[in-house]
């Protein structure tokens, strides 16, 4: 293979046979846990990168299960998401991402930056309750549970709050482990369709794992809890800020 063929092929790692497909990447049936809790704001100050500006104490811990994505298979994702805003415009940053498939760990962390590894998250129905678990190999790091669809939500009003601006921060190093990209980019969930959306009384716990500190922004109260069944198309990013492009001495 000689060079020009070497960049018309090159679309990700392998070259021969990437870990996934190009986009569009699609959700089916795509079905959320949020239990959304307020936390110490020292902690979650520390935690989110400048620009982005913290509104409130308050987290979004997440459970999802993706039975069928383009590219992407089936497979279930757990972590945490933080209210923001960036230059005055409201949004939410993705600061920690568990789930169980290879391919969108790859996807996920080259194409938009998302702060993916590999766990084992779970989200099921048990009886009368929606459960949702988090284990990093034999310990649990996240437990939450809300009553199964107690009280319906206003669909359209869900979809809105899905349609808000999120951010991550993509870093991918070189070869002498220096950044080589460090960007925050900005992207939107696409062609949103709430099938169902509903509401009920929750629990969360969160534990301690040196690799998958989630207990680092601590549960102080439950404030509320959503169910939603959606279809959407996960829109590709574009960067909104370049680290390395700033003077040494910026804040």
């Not at 070259?15 to 996934?20: F, V």
């Not at 994505?69 to 940053?93: A, C, L, M, N």
């Amino acid at each position: 293979m000689n060079i020009k063929e070497v960049r018309k092929s090159a679309f990700a790692m392998p070259l021969a046979n990437p870990s996934y497909p190009p986009g569009p990447y699609k959700f089916v049936n795509r079905e959320y846990m949020i239990i959304t809790y307020r936390t110490d704001p020292d902690a979650l100050r520390a935690l989110v990168p400048a620009p982005l500006e913290v509104t409130d104490p308050v987290v979004k811990y997440e459970f999802i299960r993706m039975p069928d994505s383009t590219g992407f298979g089936d497979y279930t994702e757990s972590g945490q998401v933080i209210p923001v805003s960036y230059q005055g415009r409201k949004g939410s940053y993705v600061h920690a991402m568990y789930l169980n498939d290879d391919s969108p760990i790859s996807g996920g962390r080259e194409i938009w930056g998302f702060p993916k590894k590999l766990a084992e998250p779970c989200l099921h129905v048990e009886k009368d309750a929606l459960v949702g678990t988090l284990n990093v190999g034999s310990i649990q790091v996240a437990s939450g549970s809300m009553g199964y669809k107690h009280r319906e939500l206003d669909l359209e009003q869900l979809r809105q709050s899905l349609l808000s601006p999120s951010y991550l921060l993509k870093i991918i190093p070189h070869v002498d482990c220096t950044p080589r990209i460090c960007e925050l980019v900005e992207y939107y969930l696409e062609d949103v369709t709430v099938k169902g959306a509903w509401t009920g009384p929750a629990a969360l716990e969160l534990h301690g794992h040196a690799l998958a500190p989630v207990a680092d922004l601590p549960v102080l109260e439950v404030l509320s809890a959503t169910h939603i069944v959606a279809d959407l198309t996960l829109g590709l990013g574009r960067v909104v800020h370049d680290y390395l492009a700033e003077e040494p001495d910026a804040g």
